[in-house]
């Protein structure tokens, strides 16, 4: 029988837990280091799941052997396996004394999520007034301007592609699930969420929209505001219009489609940046050895230069994570990583919980594009999914 936390130091594990997804995984390993240790302290005796360390114990073996099989380099498993296993027993230790305390946790991530995308906003507007990323100290990383005008919104993160990301559930929450009454807090968001040009992220976010019409045949005028520029953008994609704002987020995704359908790197070398990661990461994880069991946890990077060998200008761009766990998950695991992936998200899909709904399309976007396996809450987003699978209609959450 799980013992129960104290109030107090329940809601400051959630503010801690929320508040380190949205940093570098080494923040967020701090967190769950004092999330542990206040967990202790309360109830002096805590446990982890058999299954838990069954899993665990079963990834490892299983990519030693993988590993030992191909003869690769051993390094980069044991750091990931350190990694994966602290997140993972770290979790799994903490949430029995939160399931039942979802709904808090998830306002807290969207309280988070707010500030989050009003930070974003800030380093909007100063950048147009001033042509400064106030944030770029954080990471060192480039200004990514959108037509020498706007700047694609990272806020406190270090791509505007994790950044929305990172706020996927929440904007599925606000515009798929709740979206009445429209405030100023709801537009922030969405509006951040935008900003960040993302071209994944408006996939799902449009996916999230058209589920919802098809649940509830609503939101269709909503939906229509989100897509009909996106669809105008598209169409307008070999116009003499260069400018179009939306025109590199459009582009992104006809290269992408193209490049699925030629799957060689004579052609996907000609792509944009984007869309050539994630091709070439793709193409990779098809030609990488033992595709039935794959070459064991960290051993992409491995495959990536054993496999692709070229000299174009950009080679090795997102070698290291695939791009997306989709390419990360067949590199290192092959179909029976992918098998249990998709397993894995529809057995526990709960149309019913909306805590579900939203971590389902977090999945999705982190299958697309985001290769980590510990970044930005993934773990953190796979517990909520899993143990929001069996809530049944859960009150909606006014913010």
Not at 104 to 123: H, M, N, P
Not at 297 to 313: P, R
Request: aromatic letters at 18%.
């Amino acid at each position: 029988m799980t013992k129960t936390l104290h109030h107090k130091n329940r809601e400051i594990i959630e503010w801690l837990i929320c508040g380190g997804i949205f940093c570098s995984h080494y923040v967020e390993l701090l967190c769950l280091s004092i999330c542990l240790i206040i967990l202790f302290s309360d109830v002096k005796q805590i446990k982890v799941s058999k299954y838990i360390l069954s899993f665990i114990a079963l990834l490892g073996l299983y990519s030693m052997i993988a590993i030992a099989t191909i003869g690769y380099e051993i390094g980069k498993f044991i750091q990931q396996f350190a990694l994966i296993a602290f997140y993972t027993i770290s979790y799994a230790t903490i949430f029995p004394f939160l399931k039942g305390y979802l709904n808090e946790l998830f306002t807290k991530y969207l309280k988070i999520a707010i500030i989050v995308a009003f930070i974003g906003i800030i380093q909007w507007i100063v950048y147009i007034l001033f042509h400064l990323d106030i944030f770029h100290f954080l990471y060192s990383r480039p200004v990514y301007s959108m037509g020498n005008i706007f700047i694609r919104i990272s806020s406190i993160m270090d791509e505007p592609g994790y950044l929305s990301i990172a706020l996927t559930p929440c904007v599925v929450y606000f515009t798929s699930i709740k979206p009445y009454p429209i405030n100023f807090k709801k537009i922030a968001v969405v509006l951040t969420f935008i900003l960040t040009f993302s071209a994944i992220s408006y996939v799902v976010l449009g996916l999230s929209l058209l589920y919802s019409i098809a649940k509830k045949f609503k939101l269709i005028f909503l939906s229509l505001i989100v897509l009909i520029p996106l669809i105008i953008s598209y169409s307008n994609i070999n116009s003499t219009n260069n400018d179009s704002i939306f025109r590199g987020i459009t582009e992104r995704i006809d290269d992408s489609i193209k490049g699925i359908n030629n799957l060689e790197p004579i052609y996907f070398e000609r792509l944009n940046l984007s869309s050539y990661a994630l091709i070439s990461n793709l193409w990779v994880a098809i030609n990488a050895p033992n595709r039935i069991y794959g070459t064991g946890l960290g051993t992409h990077e491995q495959n990536y230069l054993n496999t692709y060998k070229s000299d174009y200008q950009y080679y090795g761009f997102n070698q290291k994570d695939g791009y997306s766990l989709f390419n990360r998950i067949f590199s290192e695991f092959g179909i029976i990583g992918l098998f249990v992936l998709f397993i894995f998200v529809f057995k526990w899909f709960n149309s019913r919980s909306f805590i579900n709904i939203c971590a389902f399309f977090l999945i999705l976007s982190f299958i697309l594009k985001g290769g980590h396996y510990v970044r930005y809450g993934l773990i953190f987003w796979t517990f909520m999914y899993y143990y929001s699978h069996k809530l049944m209609h859960n009150n909606e959450i006014e913010i």
